[in-house]
C-alpha cells in the first residue's frame, strides 16, 4: 500500500502519514460554534475532512472521527439575547441545521459529536491542573493561561513571543499578568449561563473545550486535528499549550491539517463586510451533489474562491460524470439482450480503468490532491465516452463503472444511488437485507460459542462494505454508513 503524504502545520513539510497505533486514525476537526448558519466556507472545511476521512478509510485505515459544537461561548450568549431565546434553544436550532448541512452535503456522520455544555466536569479538571502545574492563574473568578510560563507556546503558528506582546497590547485587560495571556475560564455575569466551578460560578473560554474533548474521546496524542487556517492562531496554538500545560504531554497531536480560506468572488470572505453566502442559499439554489463537488474542486490548503462561474462548471462536471455512468449502463442493457464479440476496446477500457485508480491514489496520496485527482476521473470520463461503444464485455464495463462510482465517491458524490433507482432496485435491497441478516445469525452463533475472532471477522468484513453494526439491548442492528 502506497504511503499517503499530509502537509503538517506543525513542521510546515509533508510527511508520510503513519499513524500513532497500527491501522487506527484518531481524527478531531473543530467544528461550528452553533449560533448562526454556517457560511459556506465553514461548508467547504467540512467537505475538505469529510474526503480526506473518505481517502483514508478507502487505504484501509479504520478512522474514529470527532467533531464538535460550540454550544456556549459569547457569540451563543451575545445571538441569544438579540433574538430573545435561551443559549441551549439557539444551539439546538443550530445544531439541526448542521445536521441537515452534512446531510445534504453527503458527509459521514461523526463517530460523536460532543458539545462543550457536555463537558464541563472535564474542562475544570484541566483548568485545575494548569493551575496546579503553574501555568494558570485566577483574578476575581477569571482563570487566565499565562502565556511566558509556557516556553514553546507559538511553535505552531510560529509567530514571535514579542510579536504576540505587540498585538494583543490592542486588547488591554488589566486582569491579565501578561498582555499575551489568554481566558481559559469566564466568571459569570448577570442573566448569562454558567456553571459551578472552584472559582465561583462561570463558564469555559473557546479553547478549553477542544483540548478536553480530544483527550476525552481519542486520548494523547492522536493522529489528525484539523480545522481552517484561521485556528491555526490562536485556537491551536491555546489547545497544544493548555494539553501540554495540564497533562504534562510533549505534543497533543501528530499532524495538524488546515484548510484554506474561501473567497467569494474573491474577495475574502468576512460577515463583517456582509458579503458573505451561507451554506444554506448555496444549498437551496443548486444541486447539493454539484455543491460537494465544487468544495473539493480546489487542493484542501489552497484558497478556493466561491463564484458563479465555479459553480457552473462544478454542476457540467457532475452532468460529464453522470452521463458517462449513463454510458456504460446503457452499453450493458444491450450487451444483455444481443451480446457482442469482445474486441480491442474491452483491453483499453479494461486498462483505462485500473489506471484511473493508480492515478487517481497517486494524486490523493500527494497531500489529498483532489483537483489532480478529479482530473483523474475525467481522463477515465473521456475513455469511457469513447470506447464503451465498442465493448462488448459486460464484466468490463461494470468494473469501469465501480471504478468511477468508488473514487467520485471519495470526494463526496454519491453515484450508487442512482444506479440502484432502477428496474431489480427493491429486489436488490431484499437481498441485502437477507443476506447481512443471516451474517449476523452466524455472528451471534459464533459469539455463543466464544468464537470471537470469527464474529469480529464477520463484524469488520461488513463494516468495510459500509455496513454499520451495532449490538443493542434487543440484538445487533444494521445499517448502511
Ligand atoms: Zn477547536
Given at each position: 500500500?502506497k504511503?499517503?503524504?499530509?502537509y503538517?502545520?506543525?513542521?510546515?513539510?509533508?510527511?508520510?502519514f503513519v499513524p500513532?497505533?497500527?491501522?487506527?486514525?484518531r481524527?478531531y476537526?473543530?467544528g461550528?460554534?452553533?449560533?448562526?448558519?454556517?457560511?459556506?466556507?465553514?461548508?467547504?472545511s467540512f467537505a475538505v475532512?469529510?474526503?480526506?476521512?473518505?481517502?483514508?478509510?478507502?487505504?484501509g485505515?479504520?478512522?474514529?472521527?470527532i467533531?464538535?459544537?460550540?454550544d456556549?461561548?459569547?457569540?451563543?450568549?451575545?445571538?441569544?439575547?438579540?433574538d430573545?431565546?435561551?443559549v441551549s434553544?439557539?444551539?439546538a436550532?443550530f445544531?439541526?441545521?448542521?445536521l441537515?448541512i452534512?446531510?445534504q452535503?453527503n458527509?459521514?456522520?461523526?463517530?460523536?459529536?460532543?458539545r462543550?455544555t457536555?463537558?464541563?466536569?472535564d474542562?475544570?479538571?484541566?483548568?485545575?491542573?494548569?493551575i496546579?502545574n503553574?501555568y494558570?492563574?485566577?483574578?476575581?473568578?477569571?482563570v487566565?493561561f499565562?502565556?511566558p510560563?509556557?516556553?514553546?507556546y507559538?511553535?505552531?503558528?510560529?509567530?514571535?513571543?514579542?510579536?504576540?506582546?505587540?498585538?494583543?497590547?490592542?486588547?488591554?485587560?488589566e486582569?491579565?499578568?501578561?498582555?499575551?495571556?489568554?481566558i481559559?475560564w469566564?466568571?459569570?455575569k448577570?442573566g448569562?449561563?454558567?456553571?459551578?466551578?472552584p472559582?465561583g460560578k462561570?463558564?469555559?473560554?473557546?479553547h478549553?473545550?477542544?483540548?478536553?474533548?480530544?483527550?476525552h474521546?481519542?486520548?494523547?496524542?492522536?493522529?489528525?486535528?484539523?480545522?481552517?487556517?484561521?485556528l491555526?492562531?490562536?485556537?491551536h496554538?491555546?489547545e497544544?499549550?493548555?494539553?501540554a500545560?495540564?497533562?504534562?504531554?510533549?505534543?497533543?497531536?501528530?499532524y495538524?491539517?488546515h484548510?484554506?480560506f474561501?473567497?467569494i468572488d474573491?474577495?475574502?470572505?468576512?460577515?463583517?463586510?456582509?458579503?458573505?453566502?451561507?451554506a444554506?442559499?448555496?444549498?437551496?439554489?443548486?444541486?447539493?451533489?454539484?455543491?460537494?463537488?465544487y468544495?473539493?474542486?480546489?487542493?484542501y490548503?489552497?484558497?478556493?474562491?466561491?463564484?458563479?462561474k465555479a459553480?457552473?462548471?462544478a454542476?457540467?462536471?457532475?452532468?460529464?460524470?453522470?452521463?458517462?455512468a449513463?454510458t456504460?449502463?446503457g452499453?450493458?442493457?444491450?450487451?444483455?439482450?444481443?451480446?457482442?464479440?469482445?474486441?480491442?476496446?474491452?483491453?483499453k477500457?479494461?486498462e483505462?480503468?485500473?489506471?484511473?485508480?493508480e492515478d487517481f491514489?497517486k494524486?490523493?496520496?500527494?497531500?489529498?490532491?483532489?483537483?489532480?485527482?478529479?482530473?483523474e476521473?475525467?481522463?477515465l470520463?473521456?475513455?469511457?465516452?469513447?470506447?464503451?461503444k465498442?465493448?462488448?464485455?459486460?464484466?468490463?464495463?461494470r468494473e469501469?463503472?465501480a471504478v468511477?462510482?468508488?473514487?467520485?465517491g471519495?470526494l463526496?458524490v454519491?453515484l450508487a444511488?442512482?444506479?440502484q433507482?432502477?428496474?431489480g432496485?427493491?429486489?436488490a435491497?431484499k437481498a441485502?437485507?437477507?443476506?447481512?441478516?443471516?451474517?449476523?445469525?452466524?455472528?451471534?452463533?459464533?459469539r455463543?460459542?466464544?468464537?470471537?475472532a470469527?464474529?469480529?471477522?464477520?463484524?469488520?468484513?461488513?463494516g468495510?462494505?459500509?455496513?454499520?453494526?451495532a449490538?443493542?439491548?434487543?440484538?445487533?442492528?444494521?445499517?448502511?454508513?
Amino acid at each position: 500500500m502506497k504511503m499517503v503524504n499530509v502537509y503538517n502545520t506543525r513542521t510546515r513539510s509533508k510527511e508520510e502519514f503513519v499513524p500513532i497505533e497500527g491501522n487506527n486514525v484518531r481524527m478531531y476537526v473543530c467544528g461550528p460554534t452553533v449560533y448562526d448558519y454556517p457560511h459556506i466556507g465553514n461548508a467547504r472545511s467540512f467537505a475538505v475532512f469529510d474526503t480526506i476521512r473518505r481517502y483514508l478509510e478507502y487505504k484501509g485505515y479504520r478512522v474514529v472521527y470527532i467533531t464538535n459544537f460550540t454550544d456556549i461561548d459569547d457569540k451563543m450568549i451575545n445571538r441569544s439575547k438579540e433574538d430573545g431565546i435561551e443559549v441551549s434553544e439557539l444551539a439546538a436550532k443550530f445544531i439541526t441545521e448542521y445536521l441537515t448541512i452534512a446531510k445534504q452535503l453527503n458527509l459521514i456522520p461523526a463517530t460523536i459529536n460532543p458539545r462543550a455544555t457536555e463537558h464541563m466536569d472535564d474542562i475544570i479538571e484541566m483548568v485545575e491542573l494548569i493551575i496546579k502545574n503553574g501555568y494558570g492563574y485566577d483574578v476575581d473568578g477569571d482563570v487566565y493561561f499565562n502565556v511566558p510560563s509556557f516556553e514553546t507556546y507559538g511553535g505552531l503558528s510560529r509567530i514571535p513571543m514579542d510579536d504576540l506582546s505587540s498585538r494583543a497590547r490592542v486588547e488591554v485587560d488589566e486582569k491579565k499578568k501578561d498582555p499575551r495571556d489568554f481566558i481559559l475560564w469566564k466568571a459569570e455575569k448577570p442573566g448569562e449561563p454558567s456553571w459551578e466551578s472552584p472559582w465561583g460560578k462561570g463558564r469555559p473560554g473557546w479553547h478549553a473545550e477542544c483540548s478536553v474533548m480530544g483527550k476525552h474521546y481519542l486520548g494523547f496524542p492522536f493522529d489528525i486535528h484539523g480545522g481552517g487556517q484561521d485556528l491555526i492562531f490562536p485556537h491551536h496554538e491555546n489547545e497544544i499549550a493548555q494539553s501540554a500545560a495540564a497533562y504534562g504531554i510533549e505534543t497533543p497531536v501528530k499532524y495538524w491539517l488546515h484548510n484554506g480560506f474561501l473567497t467569494i468572488d474573491s474577495d475574502k470572505m468576512s460577515k463583517s463586510e456582509k458579503n458573505f453566502s451561507t451554506a444554506r442559499e448555496v444549498l437551496d439554489n443548486y444541486d447539493h451533489q454539484a455543491v460537494r463537488l465544487y468544495l473539493v474542486t480546489g487542493q484542501y490548503r489552497q484558497p478556493l474562491d466561491y463564484n458563479d462561474k465555479a459553480m457552473k462548471q462544478a454542476i457540467q462536471s457532475l452532468e460529464r460524470i453522470k452521463n458517462a455512468a449513463d454510458t456504460i449502463r446503457g452499453r450493458i442493457s444491450i450487451l444483455e439482450k444481443i451480446g457482442s464479440r469482445e474486441s480491442d476496446a474491452d483491453r483499453k477500457l479494461a486498462e483505462a480503468s485500473k489506471k484511473a485508480r493508480e492515478d487517481f491514489e497517486k494524486e490523493m496520496d500527494d497531500d489529498f490532491n483532489t483537483p489532480g485527482a478529479l482530473a483523474e476521473i475525467f481522463t477515465l470520463v473521456r475513455e469511457i465516452n469513447t470506447l464503451t461503444k465498442d465493448v462488448g464485455g459486460a464484466a468490463v464495463l461494470r468494473e469501469a463503472l465501480a471504478v468511477m462510482i468508488e473514487l467520485v465517491g471519495i470526494l463526496g458524490v454519491n453515484l450508487a444511488d442512482e444506479a440502484q433507482t432502477g428496474e431489480g432496485a427493491g429486489q436488490a435491497a431484499k437481498a441485502l437485507k437477507g443476506i447481512v441478516d443471516f451474517l449476523l445469525e452466524l455472528r451471534e452463533g459464533a459469539r455463543k460459542s466464544k468464537d470471537f475472532a470469527k464474529a469480529d471477522q464477520i463484524r469488520d468484513r461488513l463494516g468495510e462494505l459500509g455496513i454499520e453494526i451495532a449490538d443493542t439491548k434487543d440484538g445487533p442492528t444494521w445499517k448502511m454508513s
